[in-house]
């Protein structure tokens, strides 16, 4: 799905550069990393992320080069990350499309995603900005730090607050980085930078919320994976949660409270299905909207740059997507 | 082994300071993460790469705080990629101690090097340099690049160009980088610049080429691992080129020529034998020697610090070490 062009428009030709400038990071190295390269990148994902930074810099005047690598250094390392979440997870599929994993060793997968982080740190210092450069490796730690929480983490957790810092460390630091980076690069007064860094923080708290309802409702061919595949393998996301906190006594519920997530197949199936059609699910979407509400609150305490309805376009779209 | 004092002296304090610096990047995280880095760090390792940029920085007169961020990186960078490296490989060993693949699953080893490379990635922005953060990352490319060309190319390679490719991404970029950095931190001359990244060339290639050697001639129990264990996996390193350009006609190395460098294990323990007790372990060495004088060549182009004596003194140990 492309993003919708109100907002989209204005940075169109900067994103077909941010691409360039991402495929160009394998010039003059082992050529099956273009070839990787390029099939990461013609897997698609929407560019939201550096849409986000550069709808933001333009905003500030930030200047083009160095913003431009920002961008790119920004989505280079999501696309990293994704790298290695899919070797460690096996999966076979992203978004419908085969994962760098389901054709290469795990070694070479390691490596070519170790590459992807060498050149995302490169195009890191194109922003030839320190705070910017702390701040994109600090996101870095924190990503990582939250999947290895979770690897060492009990599964099965029924926990809120386990659940925010999970789909912090996930999505929203990076978000957050996406939208504050940009107003650092700029020089922009401190108040700034805080508007922006929540702004950033609530679209990927709501990216992430959505994402996980996502997991319950969408179809199986458009998710490129079975339907609540998260539970399947003992990770509770939000659904599950509000679902838990509206139907305590639930055979189902009490079941899963005992640990039992993952033990039977039968009881799971039906579990996810009283998911799918309970108001949990609304339940999740508004929490989503709340986060969003808080974003374009955050927008508010902002001048009133001409650009700033694209950021809020941009923040009710991230609710409004089917993937 | 601890590296002679006559050129550790001076940098003493600082070594211990860059290991605090080290150490304190897993604050604040996981505190497995913490464990694992204490075990890395324990595992010993002689700091010879902060070694050479801390004695480089303040012969410069580098600021003393993004000096000592900058070594630590470069030790934090080595070790991040000596974690992929052993998971890669499947080593259970490294200078004797168990290595993190060894106690953790491939996920979370895989996720700890990612952990360090971000770490690493902050204490290079905590060089205040941004001409030094790209050198930084670039090196990351070069070295990650080397191991993929070493996956994908064919085993078995006897090829001096190849193997000298194949050491500089592996060891020399690093060295070179850890000599060059502190130089451009120090915002030196150009020539000043390119006579320390001439060094750093030198000592690296010397330095593996050290390695290759005492895969060869080291004990198993001192090794860590068994001897000729690159030969054992296909890589083909300078001992057995130099046995095969010396003795182009002996039946082992008609063997090898056609290939056959895994496949029997007994023409194989027959080679290394012949390798360990020929003239090609003298002529590998003398090689080595070679790298070291034009690493003293290169230090005999810059003005008469009274500094430069410890890096010549360090080159010669490179060479002279026992493993």
Redesign the interface.
């Known amino acids: 799905m492309s993003i919708p062009t109100l907002f989209f428009a204005p940075i169109q030709n900067d994103i077909q550069e941010v691409e360039q400038l991402i495929r160009a990071q394998a010039t003059g190295?082992?050529p099956?990393?273009q070839a990787a390269l390029d099939h990461l990148l013609l897997s698609g994902g929407k560019r939201i992320r550096p849409t986000v930074t550069l709808l933001i810099g333009k905003m500030l005047g930030a200047a083009p080069q160095p913003l431009l690598n920002l961008a790119a250094a920004i989505e280079l390392l999501h696309t990293a990350?994704l790298v290695?979440d899919d070797?460690?997870d096996g999966s076979l599929l992203r978004r419908g499309n085969s994962t760098l994993n389901a054709k290469w060793?795990?070694?070479?997968t390691?490596?070519?995603?170790?590459?992807l982080?060498?050149?995302a740190?490169?195009l890191?210092?194109?922003s030839?900005s320190?705070p910017v450069?702390?701040l994109?490796?600090?996101t870095?730690?924190e990503i990582?730090?939250g999947?290895?929480?979770q690897?060492?983490n009990a599964s099965c957790q029924i926990d809120r607050e386990e659940y925010n810092r999970r789909i912090y460390a996930k999505t929203a630091s990076l978000f957050q980085t996406s939208a504050a980076a940009p107003a650092l690069l700029s020089d922009a007064p401190a108040e700034i930078v805080d508007a922006f860094r929540q702004y950033g923080y609530e679209i990927g708290m709501a990216f992430q919320i959505m994402d996980d309802i996502l997991d319950f409702t969408g179809q199986q061919e458009v998710l490129g994976k079975p339907v609540a595949s998260d539970l399947r393998h003992g990770i509770i996301t939000l659904p599950t949660i509000c679902y838990v906190e509206q139907n305590p006594q639930a055979a189902e519920v009490i079941a899963l409270r005992s640990g039992d997530c993952s033990t039977s197949t039968q009881n799971l199936d039906a579990l996810i299905e009283a998911i799918r059609t309970s108001g949990a699910i609304t339940q999740a979407a508004a929490e989503a909207q709340d986060h969003v509400r808080r974003a374009v609150e955050a927008l508010d305490r902002l001048p009133d740059y001409p650009e700033k309805p694209h950021l809020e376009h941009l923040a009710r779209y991230i609710v409004d997507r089917e993937l």
């Open positions: 190295y082992h099956d990393l990350t290695h070797l460690i060793s795990p070694g070479a390691v490596l070519t995603g170790d590459f982080f060498s050149r740190a490169m890191a210092a194109g030839t320190i450069m702390e994109f490796a600090s870095l730690s990582v730090n999947e290895l929480a690897l060492f």
